[in-house]
């Protein structure tokens, strides 16, 4: 799903009934297990760049944050590269 629109104040409404007709889609496949599957992700979030709010970029990778924060650790400690999913290097 992408949607797209230019008012600001319509974010918090659209991203909301994009997770309902998300969670419609799931319902309807209960067979399918989508546990750690987080989405698309080549669409970027400014809110959760511009708050550093992890929360996304931890249901984007599931199970594998855990790993990619301990890459990040190592190899971009100053998180020189921090646009759209940011994430946390390991502490």
Same mark, same amino acid.
């Given at each position: 799903m992408a949607f797209k629109w230019t008012d600001g104040p319509f974010s918090s409404i659209a991203r909301e009934e994009s997770r309902k007709i998300g969670q419609v889609i799931i319902d309807a496949a209960p067979d399918v297990n989508v546990e750690g599957v987080g989405g698309y992700? %080549?669409?970027?979030?400014?809110? &959760?760049?511009?708050?550093?709010?992890?929360? $996304? &970029?931890? &249901? !984007?990778?599931?199970?594998?944050?855990?790993? !990619?924060?301990?890459?990040? $650790?190592?190899?971009?400690?100053?998180?020189?590269? %921090? $646009?759209w999913f940011k994430i946390a290097p390991a502490s």
């Open positions: 992700g %080549n669409y970027g979030d400014t809110e &959760a760049t511009q708050n550093f709010d992890d929360t $996304k &970029a931890k &249901a !984007l990778w599931g199970p594998n944050y855990t790993r !990619l924060q301990q890459i990040k $650790k190592k190899y971009d400690p100053d998180m020189m590269f %921090n $646009k």
